[in-house]
């Protein structure tokens, strides 16, 4: 697993309240404790039923509960791997992050810790404490708090864009 600063699981349900996860993505989030062998298969379960039909994510959808010690045997067996399969993460746990702040100690500071272990995404800049505000931005708590809004917007719209277009493509719509 991975060693990185911030650790929490993101529970499937909300995962797909706001998008459906490739397969690599869904890889990349157990690969680094963002769901677990449960939630690889709800993840992968969902994507069978709305838009794939790849033998991998049918092995992971249909795993009994009594198979799930299979789900990292599984999914070394990917063949193709999404280019950026974190950008999806980065917007979960964030998203994350923002309905449930009353559960972290300080969520500035974690914003920092996940802008370290994603690579210091330029996206987020906006709203990491440690970071100056582009010029002309206004600072502090509350300007930040809008473009962490304003983030979590856009990527849920591009989320939902992505999901409704592999649907369509499917004729699943």
């Known amino acids: 697993?991975?060693?990185?600063?911030?650790?929490?699981?993101?529970?499937?349900?909300?995962?797909?309240?706001?998008?459906?996860?490739?397969?690599?993505?869904?890889?990349?989030?157990?690969?680094?404790?963002?769901?677990?062998?449960?939630?690889?298969?709800?993840?992968?379960?969902?994507?069978?039923?709305?838009?794939?039909?790849?033998?991998?994510?049918?092995?992971?959808?249909?795993?009994?509960?009594?198979?799930?010690?299979?789900?990292?045997?599984?999914?070394?067996?990917?063949?193709?791997?999404?280019?950026?399969?974190?950008?999806?993460?980065?917007?979960?746990s964030l998203a994350w992050m923002y309905e449930n702040r009353t559960s972290f100690d300080d969520v500035w500071v974690t914003i920092d810790m996940l802008y370290a272990d994603f690579g210091n995404p330029a996206e987020i800049r906006g709203f990491n404490y440690n970071m100056r505000p582009l010029p002309g931005e206004a600072v502090g708590h509350a300007a930040m708090d809008r473009r962490w809004r304003k983030f979590l917007d856009q990527e849920f719209e591009r989320y939902r864009l992505r999901r409704q277009n592999e649907s369509s493509r499917l004729g699943l719509q």
């Open 1 to 92: 697993m991975s060693q990185d600063l911030v650790k929490f699981h993101i529970p499937s349900d909300f995962i797909l309240s706001r998008a459906l996860p490739t397969l690599s993505e869904i890889a990349y989030g157990f690969a680094h404790s963002w769901t677990d062998e449960q939630g690889v298969v709800t993840l992968a379960l969902a994507r069978y039923i709305e838009t794939d039909t790849d033998p991998v994510t049918e092995d992971l959808a249909l795993l009994l509960s009594r198979d799930h010690g299979r789900v990292l045997d599984i999914l070394y067996s990917i063949d193709e791997w999404d280019l950026d399969v974190r950008k999806l993460w980065l917007y979960l």
